[in-house]
């Protein structure tokens, strides 16, 4: 073997030892170094009232999704197809983990979810936000990820928060009404069947009387039968305020036919005048001084001229007579 041949026999060697330190040292870094590094992404949900403050016992539950810009995105736990849904309830604030092992840039999404039931609810911010993970690669072999979330100008938004304004809600209300006149006093047992109040009702809502009293219901009182026959009005669209419902029953006798008390005067009808039975009062007739007789003068007065008038007949007669006996 000559020098030339010998010569490249050690350099091919050489060549065989650098790669194996190589391979030697890629496994060292591969076991004492990270393979994998995590983040954790926080952000909160909060409830407050029209008149600004938060409120505390809000328990309302709400779903917000994580999805990924490409769906090889690393996901937390659970995720399926590059999305990942999870819930928060009341004001409270959760944190979703993410593991990364590979370097790279990744985006995602996070926002509340379209399958929310947001009825009575206003969002008074952002409901959406674009979420930037960088992962880099340590001199020492470790994964180090930088995450950061913006608004829809662009602005870095630290733990992204998701504000709701609760609005105000009305109470539907029930009251009873007699519908036959003189039984205005409704029986106990009749009261006992109001529906309860009902709550959280909003501006917009068309609200419909209770179906827990059926139209024909009866109750049996006051030597009678009530009859439930219906509700007044049959619906109400809510407006800024509480709405009322009045359920109507009327009353039968079980002697048959009504049993009204004496109706109660309603002011917007005219009044009506009931005749009386007092006798009627005697003619009067004036004196001579132009006063108004009493009714024993008024007698006396007819007595006279009767008899004043049979006086003159008398005269006349005897007047006759005599006539009669000169002529003859």
Known sequence: MNKKQTMKKLKMVLIGCLIMVSCITEKVSLVYA??????????????????????TTADRELIYELVAKESSNPMPTGSVGGVYETTLKGNDADDLKIIFDQVGKFEYTLRASAKNDLRGLIPTGETSYRLEVT???????????????????????????????????????????????????????????LPATEHGKLDGDVVTPSSSLAIGTTVEANGGTWT???????????????????????????????????????????????????????????????????????TKIYTLVALAAASAGLVILAVVKRRRRDEE
């Open 34 to 55: 990270d393979s994998s590094a995590s983040i954790n992404v926080l952000f909160d949900q909060e409830f407050i009232g029209e008149g600004g403050k938060r409120i």
């Open 135 to 193: 992962v880099l690669k340590k001199m020492s072999g470790e994964l180090e990820p930088f995450a950061f979330a913006f608004n829809s100008d662009g602005e870095k938004i630290l733990d992204p928060p998701f504000v709701y304004t609760v609005q105000d809600t009305h109470n539907v209300k029930y009251g009873f009404q007699s519908g036959t006149k003189g039984m205005g006093d409704l029986p106990q047992a009749v009261k006992d069947m």
């Open 228 to 298: 439930f026959i219906g509700w007044e009005p049959t619906s109400q669209t809510v407006d800024g305020e509480d709405v009322m419902f009045i359920g109507i029953w009327e009353f039968k006798s079980h002697s048959g036919g009504e049993t009204p008390k004496e109706p109660e005067h309603d002011p917007q009808s005219p009044t009506i005048k009931r005749p009386t039975s007092k006798p009627l009062a005697r003619p009067v007739a004036a004196t001579k001084k132009g006063g108004i007789a009493k009714t024993g003068d008024t």
